[in-house]
């Protein structure tokens, strides 16, 4: 088994810009989950956020030569993955801006047995569940913050807003998503 340390995202990066096929092929191994996750809470469309996560890949081997070394690769890859959702929201008429004022109705989905599960499993369900029913923008903040453990200052430049303004809205955001974890777990007890 060969031993290859992990590449950084500059030489990774440096690869790419001389298309050597063996990086593209590390980066999207390296990248494909996670933007994959982003594209799928974004969307709620498994098959329309395969297409966005081949679109950001796309975007990436093309765009490889507007890449800032000095920035975290995955940053760059996220931006495009935010970029191409916000785009399709568009397309399918929904104004992605608004979305982040108001909270989505969605049907809860059907409990497992309490006995199938423990406490701690119980509560990251709950958890992310309550995350799924926040508005998109909101949503994506707490995804890149808690799921992906993204700085504040790189998250306000995936998002294309101002780092005050990231930490309102994921304040709000988590006012939001506590505000539906005890209405989860209120329902839970009834």
């Not at 590449?7 to 790419?16: F, G, M, T, Y």
């Not at 309550?130 to 998002?159: C, H, Q, S, T, W």
Request: net charge neutral; hydrophobic share 35%; glycine share 4%.
């Amino acid at each position: 088994m060969e031993n290859n340390p992990k590449k950084s995202d500059r030489e990774l990066a440096e690869e790419l810009k001389r298309r050597d096929e063996a990086a593209f092929n590390e980066a999207v191994n390296r990248f494909i989950r996670p933007v994959y996750s982003i594209c799928l809470k974004c969307l709620g469309d498994p098959t329309e956020a395969q297409d966005a996560t081949q679109e950001v890949f796309l975007r990436m081997y093309k765009s490889i030569g507007s890449f800032d070394p000095n920035r975290p690769l995955s940053s760059w890859l996220f931006k495009i993955a935010y970029n191409r959702c916000m785009d399709r929201l568009k397309k399918r008429g929904r104004n992605p801006e608004h979305q982040v004022e108001e909270l989505e109705a969605t049907a809860p989905p059907s409990e497992p047995p309490l006995d199938l599960e423990d406490e701690g499993d119980r509560m990251r369900r709950i958890l992310w569940e309550a995350v799924d029913e926040l508005p998109e923008g909101y949503r994506l903040m707490i995804l890149f913050k808690y799921r992906f453990g993204m700085k504040n200052a790189e998250i306000a430049e995936v998002m294309g807003i101002t780092e005050n303004n990231l930490r309102v809205k994921l304040y709000r955001a988590k006012n939001e998503l506590r505000s539906a974890v005890r209405r989860k777990l209120q329902e839970g007890a009834e």
